[in-house]
């Protein structure tokens, strides 16, 4: 085993900064890349890198011929180079893809038989992080999405490895992270409980141990962990019964880009089916000071005046999506921003809370533009097909061994392994449609090729007036009171 290489390739980590009023907030697939949350923290916030979807990032970043040459030359300082050799032997193809040409996949990760996923995970999370922290010695975060527990631990592992100092995760309750964030640091093995459905226990274990991937006992810094929630009860909960320790919280409303969490009790919808939050969808600030740890707020945030009422009301700042997602160095695909926010300018786009998208079940909001699965029509075309995977869910088969199935799968498939038909209507492969918003669509037999549907928040109209090409920079001056990028 070599040096780590946050400890010899980027400068060493500084003392404690104080903490920065805005985060950026993660945003997957791929939109907060690398070269966004590096401009952020160059600008002295906290620039967060995506973790979700980052092993099929990784492979697809190798197919298309590595423009630049960074995810190469970030494998080039992982420990294990036999290891990342392999990667770019099994992936790399010089100058891309022929035209028409698929991308091959990362193999579908079971309970049981994820080695090659996870190692492709841990190593796409290390190239992010560490081209995030490449040539300056601000911190960088990484943020994952809790519902997708087959995934998250290696994503967290291949980031601590790169030196990530801050781990952001909502979607889910994310009560085991603080304890696998522990034992990673001391190169422990960690089991998840994993939810399953169906006959059978509600959850089982699974394992990263880092013996397994060669780093058994290496010590590594333990990053900060800041959980997204929607209330203080949860922030609270939280606090007592997690499994280690929490530094810090993200509160989130339900104007925030993404996903959602459901509003509290039942749940009713207006007139075009979304659904309705009110006042107990609000966590209580007052609530939030006593815990007494920093917190961020979330969700529509993003402007002068709302970091100002954040501070006002205690919080240590805000963390804000939409305006960056937009910004010229997001990994959404050119194309797609371009023609949302002209859109946006024409009055066109509207963000609609979709209850039905996500097959997570949380309301997903989904950006309403002509050529995106948003369309019925769009959406009815797509032939169905699960071939990324991210967003199943265990259930019991028979003899004690688990399967996984998404609601956005074959409806045929998904009803075979026990699911109920109901549940499939309106489910989006969003694992399929945020590679495409990233410009990495899958081209699926017959030469159909994946469509994007694009996510924000209800923040996107305050885009109509901005310059086209407005940077990260401009955001950052923008919410420091420090003048609109105007058209
Ligand atoms: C395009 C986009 C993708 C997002 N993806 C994620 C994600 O993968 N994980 C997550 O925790 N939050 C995600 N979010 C939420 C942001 O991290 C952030 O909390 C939110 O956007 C803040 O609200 P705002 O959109 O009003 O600024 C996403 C937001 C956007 C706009």
């Not at 939280?238 to 969490?261: D, M």
């Not at 090409?469 to 420090?482: H, M, N, P, T």
Request: hydrophobic share 35%; glycine share 14%; charged share 20%.
């Amino acid at each position: 085993m070599t040096t780590l290489p946050h400890s010899s390739t980027t400068p060493a980590p500084q003392p404690a900064p104080p903490l920065s009023r805005i985060i950026q907030g993660g945003m997957g697939v791929a939109i907060s890349n690398w070269v966004l949350a590096q401009s952020v923290s160059r600008a002295g916030q906290l620039g967060v890198v995506s973790g979700t979807g980052i092993d099929n990032l990784l492979v697809r970043r190798l197919q298309d011929g590595d423009p630049g040459g960074h995810v190469r030359r970030a494998l080039g300082h992982f420990p294990d180079q036999e290891w990342a050799g392999q990667a770019v032997t099994d992936y790399y193809l010089e100058g891309g893809r022929t035209p028409g040409q698929p991308y091959k996949r990362v193999p579908l990760p079971t309970l049981t038989n994820h080695r090659v996923a996870w190692r492709l995970a841990i190593l796409g999370s290390f190239v992010e992080v560490f081209l995030a922290r490449e040539g300056h010695a601000s911190p960088v975060g990484l943020n994952l999405l809790t519902k997708l527990q087959l995934h998250t631990m290696p994503a967290m592992y291949g980031a601590m490895l790169a030196g990530v100092d801050t781990v952001i995760m909502g979607a889910g309750i994310p009560r085991e992270v603080p304890g696998a964030l522990d034992a990673f640091a001391q190169g422990q093995p960690y089991t998840f409980r994993v939810d399953v459905k169906g006959d059978g226990p509600a959850t089982a274990p699974l394992t990263l141990d880092p013996a397994d991937y060669g780093f058994g006992g290496v010590s590594l810094p333990r990053p900060k962990f800041y959980p997204i929630i929607s209330s203080h009860v949860l922030a609270g909960v939280l606090t007592r019964k997690a499994t280690g320790s929490i530094q810090g919280f993200v509160i989130e409303g339900p104007t925030a880009g993404g996903h959602n969490a459901p509003p509290r009790g039942q749940t009713t919808y207006d007139a075009s089916g979304q659904p309705v939050y009110g006042e107990r969808d609000l966590a209580d600030l007052a609530e939030m000071r006593k815990i007494g740890l920093p917190f961020w707020l979330a969700g529509g945030s993003g402007s002068p005046e709302a970091l100002r009422r954040a501070l006002d009301e205690g919080a240590a700042g805000i963390q804000v999506g939409t305006l960056f997602a937009y910004c010229a160095e997001s990994g959404l695909r050119p194309e797609t921003r371009d023609r949302t926010l002209a859109a946006v300018r024409e009055g066109q786009a509207s963000v609609y809370t979709d209850p039905l998208a996500s097959p997570t079940g949380f309301p997903f909001k989904v950006v309403q533009l002509p050529g995106t699965l948003s369309e019925p029509e769009v959406y009815a075309a797509r032939t169905r097909v699960c071939d990324i995977g991210y967003l199943r869910e265990f259930y019991w088969q028979s003899e004690g061994k688990t399967g996984l199935r998404c609601a956005a799968e074959p409806v045929a498939d998904y009803v075979r392994k026990g699911g109920a038909v109901e549940d499939t209507i309106g489910r989006k492969c969003l694992c399929n449609a945020l590679m495409a918003d990233a410009g990495q669509a899958q081209i699926q037999k017959g030469g159909e090729v994946e469509q994007p549907l694009i996510t924000s928040g209800d923040d996107l109209v305050k885009l109509a007036g901005w310059k086209s090409g407005y940077s990260a920079g401009d955001v950052i001056r923008y919410l420091l009171g420090e003048g609109t990028p105007q058209s």
